[in-house]
Each structure stands twice: as structure tokens, then as C-alpha cells.
């Protein structure tokens, strides 16, 4: 079974969704925080910049090769909340970006004076940027329709998404103390109210 997301008509939407999606990170490669990474980072950028290609790739070559695992039951709607997910991802980076503004940055990079954001979705997770970012990749494993698909294209960024976060966070309370202590106390990682 071909996945949608190279069909006509269903192609339009997904990739209308994806393109979109990206397009929200090109004012940052200009910045030129996509090239150059700070000590602190600690490789998280390229491990989710390695973890989320190749889960893509891979998910993509999965719903090809292994239409075994295809989701045939209600196909076409579960692809319909792919692509919404991916648009709901788009949308929610660049919530984030705007809320960041000057210390949004694709590698962790902190300043001493940087101030504690705590505004929109940051009042409810300290990572809603990384929250947006499994969702992009669930958005692309559901419109793929295949449940293989969607397993790959979410373990390994996850995995990078874990270590990003504990990397960030550690660089975080070294920089800024007890204020980013305090947030992290009241605040959940990535999922409001649960994690």
C-alpha cells in the first residue's frame, strides 16, 4: 500500500503541512546558530539533528518497504491527525520562537543575565519548542499510516529530546540559579500537567 503522503490528492496537505512546519526554522539558520555550537550543548544539537533525520528517513523507507504494518483501519482520518499534528508542530515553534525571542538558539547556549521565560506555553512546560518537536515527528509517523513508521520516527528523537533536556536544564541552573530552580519546580517538562 502506497502511503499517502505520495498519493494525489493526499500528498498536498502533508506536504503543504511539512513545508510550512520548516519554514518556521530558516530565520534561525540566518542567525547562524544552526552551524556553530556552544560547549554547553554537549552535542545535543547534532544528536536531535541526527536522531530526528534519520527517524524520518527511516520512517518514510518503513511505510514503503513494510505495508504490513500499515494502519488500514480508519487510514484516512489517522492520516488527517498526522497532518494536523504536523501543522499544530509549526505552530507551536513559532509561539515558542516569539516567547524566546534573542535566546532561542538551535544548540544550548545561556547567558548569564538571560531572563527566566515564563509567558505562553512556557508557563505550562519549560520545553514546549521540544514538545512541538515530537509532535512534528508523531504528525509525520500517523500521516505515513503505518505503525512501524511511527514507533522509529518517535524512539530515537525522544531519546535526543531526553538527552537535550537534561543538558539544557543542567546549563540552565548553573546560569541562572535559583530563578530557573524555582521554574522547574512549578513547571513540567514537556507535557503540561503530566511530565
Known sequence: MIPLPFTW???V???????????GELPFLRRGTLTTASLADRGSKLTILISGGMGV?????????????TIASGRVVVYAAGVSCIAVAG??????FRML????????????AQPVVDRGAYRLVRHPSYSAGMLLFAGI???LTNWLSLFVVLVAPAIAYAYRISVEERALVDALGPAYALYMKRTKRIVPFVI
Open 101 to 112: 525571542g534573542d535566546s532561542f538558539t538551535f544548540d544550548v547556549r545561556v547567558r548569564v
Open 13 to 23: 496537505p502533508f506536504w503543504l503541512a511539512f513545508y510550512w512546519a520548516l519554514a
Open 57 to 69: 528517513l527511516f520512517s518514510f523507507a518503513i511505510a514503503s518497504a513494510l505495508p504490513r504494518f
Open 9 to 11: 490528492p493526499a500528498l
Open 141 to 143: 509517523g500517523l500521516s
Open 91 to 96: 505552530w507551536l515553534r513559532r509561539h515558542c
